[in-house]
């Protein structure tokens, strides 16, 4: 905190590397509730970040400091910290799984009329990567492309619709942490895929490499689906539970090598994409954009109209509505946002910021809190979770998104068919598809004065400047974001590898111009109705 206010940037310096900015106005109530005599402080004035420290040979030391810099470029540094980075310690190898009489697969030659896809999934629960699945499945199968079964360790509301679709679903279990177990659980799905008589598997989010692992053990040809764009050790902080729950190191390794050995890696965007392929060169990948139906967003925008909705929703019609719509937590930023809206809404009274996708969290109740505590509690709505997000897009005039980490929301592309423009965080792929000046507004993530920079330039913009925006969004929507070419494109792909998988897996990339690639459109996430982390 600077002057009594948050710092508009923090970054932390490890040795003489490049420093990383970290995630800023994180909420920090228990400060100011400490109440120190003749001090004031912002309740947004914490800062976090996960950063993996790799071990060498040695232990090593590391000097770790931190920057943080206001407005006005007033800047304050910590005192360097040095920590002790303990050296590699060598992984034993996995042990052996039963044998179950010899697991194998024959597959030389194979005539496969009519491919049998087994799909790993993390969930059937409504959330981001659940949705993603769930379109292209329904998709797929309405097109009778193949026999489909989903193995999930957790139930959901999904479920049914999967099942009416002829969809097959069995309830599995989590990927075991230790290395006894997880070798056993391996060899059990790899026993499920063989009785099945699979000849393709999808494996969709990072968190569900042992169905990749278990399909590559016996030969079967895998799609993994990733949408996750966080560097592999920080995922595995997150999968596992950071240092509350530390798995055999030997597990852990699997999620790398199963990567290196998969016949392709999907990605929905490609920054994210370039990002896994710096980390691994060798990994053979291909971007898929995803879209949505278009044609129900047109049917709801005939059958409702945007006044309509908006006085329905208690909307004057002079308001001019922001939306910020996802999961209310940390990685998407609405406390930032909360706190540099209050600033910019000063001089523009009709302007209305809606953060749609609360739920029971202590975040949220920060957030809560914070719009009280700014005295801004009738210019900000926070709703919960809402099934419903079509009303909240028809009557936005324009679509935030603050989050720092995002591969490619959802959000975006439903906001842009309705005809909204978007301020955007510039991280990962969302410069891919919202083009500054044109579809919407950038600003640089995790860094205060360039949402609030960003927070002006939307409010300061025309109603005639407005509706060109709007009309250039709609434009760019129905050319890119039809969601049925996915469908098409996995179809595709299922073909190809349950016929011959050697036509990827002999591709060998070197570099990035070599590197697979299709485009068209993937239905991803629908994020107000993403679970909780």
Same mark, same amino acid.
């Given at each position: ?428 792929? &969302? @410069?891919?598809?919202?083009? *500054? !000046? ?6 640089? $993530?995790?860094?205060?004065? +360039? %949402?609030? /920079? ?21 434009? &760019? @929507?129905?050319?890119?974001? *039809? !969601? ?6 996995? $179809?595709?792909?299922?073909? +190809? %590898?349950? /016929? ?34």
């Amino acid at each position: 905190m600077i002057g009594q206010r948050a710092a508009d940037v923090v970054l932390i310096q490890i040795d003489n590397e490049k420093p990383i900015r970290a995630r800023r106005c994180e909420p920090r109530h228990d400060v100011v509730d400490a109440k120190v005599q003749d001090v004031m402080f912002d309740v947004g004035a914490g800062f976090s970040e996960t950063i993996a420290l790799p071990a060498g040979k040695a232990d090593r030391k590391v000097s770790i400091s931190v920057r943080a810099v206001a407005a006005d470029g007033t800047a304050w540094r910590s005192n360097r910290v040095v920590v002790t980075v303990a050296a590699q310690v060598p992984v034993p190898a996995l042990p052996s799984a039963a044998n179950f009489g010899g697991l194998s697969r024959s597959v030389p030659g194979l005539t496969v009329d009519r491919p049998r896809v087994c799909v790993f999934a993390h969930s059937l629960n409504i959330g981001g990567g659940e949705l993603y699945l769930q379109e292209l499945l329904l998709r797929m199968a309405a097109d009778d492309v193949a026999d489909f079964l989903v193995i999930c360790p957790r139930d959901g509301v999904l479920r049914a619709e999967l099942e009416s679709a002829g969809i097959e679903v069995h309830i599995g279990s989590e990927a075991p942490s230790d290395a006894r177990r997880y070798v056993d659980r391996r060899a059990e799905l790899s026993a499920l895929l063989l009785a099945w008589k699979c000849d393709v598997v999808i494996a969709n989010t990072l968190g569900e490499f042992i169905g990749a692992d278990a399909a590559i053990q016996i030969g079967i040809p895998v799609a993994w689906v990733i949408h996750e764009s966080f560097q592999l050790d920080v995922f595995n902080t997150h999968l596992w539970g950071g240092h509350l729950n530390k798995p055999d190191q030997n597990v852990v390794g699997r999620l790398r090598s199963t990567l290196l050995n998969t016949n392709v890696n999907i990605f929905v965007a490609e920054a994210t994409e370039n990002m896994f392929r710096d980390m691994l060169p060798q990994l053979r990948t291909r971007c898929i954009r995803y879209g949505i139906d278009l044609s129900v967003i047109e049917s709801y925008e005939a059958e409702h109209s945007k006044s309509t909705i908006r006085e329905g929703l208690g909307f004057e019609e002079s308001d001019f509505i922001l939306l910020c719509m996802g999961i209310v937590q940390e990685r998407k930023s609405q406390f930032a946002l909360v706190h540099e809206f209050a600033a910019a809404v000063e001089n523009y009274p009709n302007a209305k910021l809606v953060i749609v996708g609360n739920h029971p969290s202590p975040y949220g109740d920060s957030v809560i809190r914070a719009v009280n505590d700014l005295g801004i509690s009738s210019s900000v709505r926070i709703i919960d979770i809402d099934s419903n997000t079509y009303r909240w897009f028809r009557a936005a005039d324009v679509l935030v998104s603050a989050s720092d980490v995002e591969s490619l929301p959802r959000s975006i592309l439903e906001a842009m068919t309705f005809g909204v423009p978007v301020l955007a965080a510039d991280v990962f792929g &969302v @410069s891919e598809v919202v083009t *500054d !000046g044109e579809t919407g507004w950038l600003f640089e $993530s995790r860094n205060a004065q +360039d %949402l609030r /920079s960003g927070l002006m330039r939307v409010l300061k913009t025309t109603a005639s400047e407005l509706a060109v925006m709007s009309q250039t969004c709609r434009q &760019v @929507s129905a050319k890119n974001f *039809d !969601g049925q070419n996915y469908a098409d494109e996995f $179809s595709k792909l299922i073909s +190809d %590898l349950s /016929s011959n998988p050697k036509v990827i897996e002999s591709i060998k990339i070197s570099g990035r111009s070599a590197r697979l690639r299709r485009s068209s459109t993937l239905r991803e996430m629908n994020i107000a109705l993403e679970s909780p982390a």
